[in-house]
């Protein structure tokens, strides 16, 4: 059956009705189908909608009203272009994590003949765990920056080595901090300067 297969579909469809004696009492099916139900934080979200009579046909002269309806109850229209026997739209409002729905209303001279609805769940992102492999280049960045270098665990043992052989040249420079006042000779010159005053005051009869 290749080059038919939408043939093929509505045949055993029909089949299928026609056998289960639902041809007859069942009406207009309205669907929406939605390709991810699970989808990261951002990214788009494709989605079909369709109607077909009780005979699985679809209904070509059918339009479709679409609206999405955000975790906070919020809703919005969403645009869909016909494609062949279904209508096609693509929802890209997905920056907020939590259960949306997709609400479809099919429409044919002027009055709602059927209505259905989907849902998707958007996904909290977790950033250590987007890519939670090692990334050499950023490391071998950071070990620059920072003056240092990126050792291999195989090499783990050469570097040990290294630094035991080090040990003895290492200095590491003491920073000491003495206060000025508490000194002898600065006792001494306060001492002076306060006499030196008392002195050039009662000279020049201040006191």
Known sequence: MHGFDREHKRFWRQAVLWLAQMDESQTNEVWVRIERRRVPMGESVPFE???????????????????????????????????????????????????????????????????????????????????????????????????????????????????????EELEVPLETRKPLWDTWWMLILFAATMTAEWILRKRWGLV
């Open 49 to 167: 909608v369709g109607a077909n009579d009780p005979m699985g046909n679809p209904i070509d002269t059918a339009r479709f009203e679409v609206e999405l309806v955000h975790p906070d109850g919020t809703a919005e229209p969403v645009d869909v272009q016909r494609v062949v026997d279904t209508w096609q739209g693509t929802i890209r409002q997905t920056d907020v994590p939590g259960d949306y729905t997709v609400r479809v209303r099919a429409i044919q001279d002027g009055q709602s003949f059927g209505q259905d609805q989907g849902r998707f769940i958007v996904l909290k992102q977790d950033l250590e765990l987007d890519r939670p492999a090692a990334d050499p280049l950023l490391l071998e960045e950071l070990a620059e920056l920072s003056g240092g270098e990126v050792v291999p665990p195989e090499e783990l043992g050469d570097l040990f080595k290294r630094l035991l052989d080090s040990a």
